[in-house]
């Protein structure tokens, strides 16, 4: 099967830990990226990845760091949460045309 | 900036009336390229329509745009709705050269028997 895929689906945790999301794209295409969409829907970039370098890099906290170890897998690492960071964080990816982008189905994150 | 403007959250229709969408943009590049992302309920984004194409119309699963430059606009038309209609709808411009989506607040499309 080819697609986008995220784990883990659903994250609780608690003010000041650390978390790690990781994104894995199947179909072979050379650019990823995260998205955040938080609780009033609203979809923002976050980052890109084409074939492991940064390409886009918007004003996010500097808590956010992206980790790209080959082009078909991003992951993004949280330091010390805080609770605006509870949203839903999805990966995408699109070819080297970069017109269409395939999502994941999404990691929920909830931050107590 | 580059941005998208959705001026509506929500639209509530009735089953078979004609469904239209708003939706503007704003970039100095001449070329944008459009597109429209449908998010269903527990899902993610999937692209419904795209098009570069100045008045050209592009359709989709009875869904269809026309980029009109002239008024920055690319509007979401169908002519009867469904009730597997009802989702989120996204409008979205491309960032020429970066491969970034900029997102509209997005538009609730709600279909009533």
């Known amino acids: 099967e080819t697609a986008v895929f995220q784990t883990p689906n659903y994250h609780v945790t608690q003010v000041g830990n650390e978390v790690s999301f990781n994104c894995k794209q199947t179909l072979g295409h050379d650019t990823m990226y995260w998205y955040k969409q938080d609780s009033k829907k609203l979809l923002k970039i976050m980052f890109s990845?084409?074939?492991?370098?940064?390409?886009v890099n918007e004003t996010v906290p500097r808590r956010f760091s992206p980790q790209s170890s080959d082009k078909a897998h991003l992951n993004l690492r949280i330091k010390s949460v805080e609770p605006e960071d509870s949203a839903v964080y999805l990966c995408?990816?699109?070819?080297?045309?970069?017109?269409?982008?395939?999502f994941g189905p999404g990691t929920r994150l909830l931050v107590l | 900036g580059d941005s998208v403007t959705q001026t509506e959250g929500l639209v509530t229709l009735t089953e078979g009336l004609p469904v239209m969408l708003n939706c503007t943009y704003q970039?100095?590049?001449?070329?944008?390229?459009l597109f429209w992302y449908v998010q269903h309920l527990n899902e993610s984004p999937r692209l419904l329509l795209k098009?570069?194409?100045?008045?050209k119309r592009t359709e989709h699963q009875g869904f269809h745009a026309t980029l009109h430059k002239s008024s920055s606009s690319f509007h979401l038309q169908k002519s009867s709705a469904q009730l597997s209609d009802s989702a989120l709808y996204y409008c979205?411009?491309?960032?020429?050269?970066?491969?970034?989506?900029?997102f509209g607040q997005g538009t609730k499309l709600s279909i009533k028997p």
């Open positions: 990845y084409n074939n492991k370098q940064l390409i």
């Open positions: 979205a411009l491309m960032v020429y050269n970066q491969g970034k989506l900029i």
């Open positions: 098009s570069f194409t100045d008045n």
């Open positions: 995408a990816s699109s070819d080297r045309n970069q017109d269409t982008q395939y």
């Open positions: 970039t100095i590049y001449s070329n944008p390229f």
